[in-house]
């Protein structure tokens, strides 16, 4: 099985988004899976023009030569991707989001009725494994991630990839603080490991397992007392 992981942290494997990412991805490599770990923030990637020559004039192929060139055929190649971002302005990272918008080659610019709903069949035709989300949100509740879900899922709807579920983790800058102290929370970081060797041997990461991940660290007005007081401390 090969999973492709894409870590789009500007702080890469030292951020937040990477103490849940990376507990997921050895659970994934001891229940056999071939797993590679790519980040943006290295990436040479631009920004998509908008002026569809990959669909007319040189179909599934974008005029720019950059990193998309190595990375389409790996994405097409695997059988799970894994998105992983921290909630900016209430969404992806922007490198991420470019990277999302130059995979437009790898659709045909005809409609097609698709469940009733107008979408771009894929070049390849049906779209092919799973699509994992990997998120922290500095805020402390669950629905700051809603958006993000939502786009998520849509575009896994326009790929026709299955959208597998989401390890989410609020208020996330607690998390490397509590365990580098020695708080309990050991059992978020194992959760987040079974998750990915559930996923390669069951094909589906179990609702408790995602439960742990995201269950809350401290009270919501201690996390708020906590964050404004380093801030303030840094200001001045």
């Known amino acids: 099985m090969k999973?492709?992981?894409i870590n789009a942290s500007p702080r890469m494997d030292k951020g937040n988004t990477a103490a849940i990412l990376t507990p997921f991805l050895e659970g994934m490599k001891e229940a056999g899976a071939n797993v590679e770990v790519?980040?943006?923030q290295k990436l040479n990637i631009k920004p998509c023009h908008g002026e569809v020559s990959c669909w007319l004039k040189t179909p599934g192929r974008c005029f720019q030569r950059d990193d998309m060139d190595m990375l389409l055929p790996k994405l097409g190649e695997a059988d799970i991707q894994v998105f992983a971002t921290p909630v900016y302005v209430d969404g992806m990272t922007g490198p991420l989001k470019n990277l999302w918008d130059r995979i437009i080659p790898?659709?045909?610019p005809l409609i097609e009725l698709r469940d009733g709903h107008c979408r771009h069949p894929l070049r390849s035709g049906p779209g092919k494994g799973k699509v994992v989300l990997v998120a922290g949100c500095g805020f402390w509740e669950m629905d700051n991630f809603d958006p993000l879900l939502a786009h998520m899922k849509a575009m896994c709807r326009n790929a026709n990839h299955e959208f597998a579920g989401a390890l989410l983790r609020p208020h996330a800058p607690?998390?490397?603080a509590m365990a580098a102290g020695g708080a309990p929370v050991n059992d978020i970081i194992e959760a987040a490991r079974d998750a990915g060797g559930q996923l390669v041997r069951d094909g589906?990461?179990?609702?408790q397992t995602l439960a742990t991940i995201s269950r809350p660290l401290m009270p919501l007005d201690m996390y708020v007392g906590v964050v404004n007081q380093k801030f303030r401390q840094?200001?001045?």
């Open 3 to 5: 999973v492709i992981a």
């Open 38 to 40: 790519l980040y943006t």
């Open 106 to 108: 790898l659709a045909s």
């Open 174 to 176: 607690a998390l490397k």
């Open 204 to 207: 589906r990461m179990a609702d």
């Open 234 to 236: 840094a200001l001045k």
